[in-house]
């Protein structure tokens, strides 16, 4: 079946760095637009950004100009690349893609920024 899985969360310390993956099995992840988001305990799912087929790219205000997502068609991967990362960055982020009218999540990474 299909399958998203992320990689690359850890701990951190703030103004640090971290990469992300999201990697798709038995999905073209090239052909989708790849989203990813983020959420804490007792809190919604918070959008963070997209990255759609033809490369366009949104970002939740939070995270422009410290974050970005970009595509390796070649490993059918979408990373994250998160750069001076705070404290309130905390949270286990998830990626997402849709086909065929239907949502797909990955299990999701713990990042985690301290002080």
């Known amino acids: 079946q299909v399958q998203l899985m992320e990689s690359g969360g850890g701990s951190v310390q703030v103004g640090g760095s971290l990469r992300l993956s999201c990697t798709g099995s038995?999905?073209?992840?090239?052909?989708?637009?790849v989203s990813w988001y983020r959420q804490t305990p007792g809190k919604q799912r918070d959008f963070v950004a997209v990255v759609s087929s033809g490369g366009a790219r949104v970002y939740a205000d939070s995270v422009k100009d410290r974050f970005t997502i970009f595509r390796d068609n070649e490993q059918n991967t979408v990373y994250l690349q998160m750069n001076n990362l705070k404290p309130e960055d905390t949270a286990i982020y998830y990626c997402?893609?849709?086909?065929?009218?239907?949502?797909?999540w990955g299990q999701g990474t713990q990042v985690t920024v301290s002080s």
């Open positions: 997402k893609t849709a086909n065929r009218n239907r949502n797909y």
């Open positions: 038995r999905i073209v992840l090239s052909t989708n637009g």
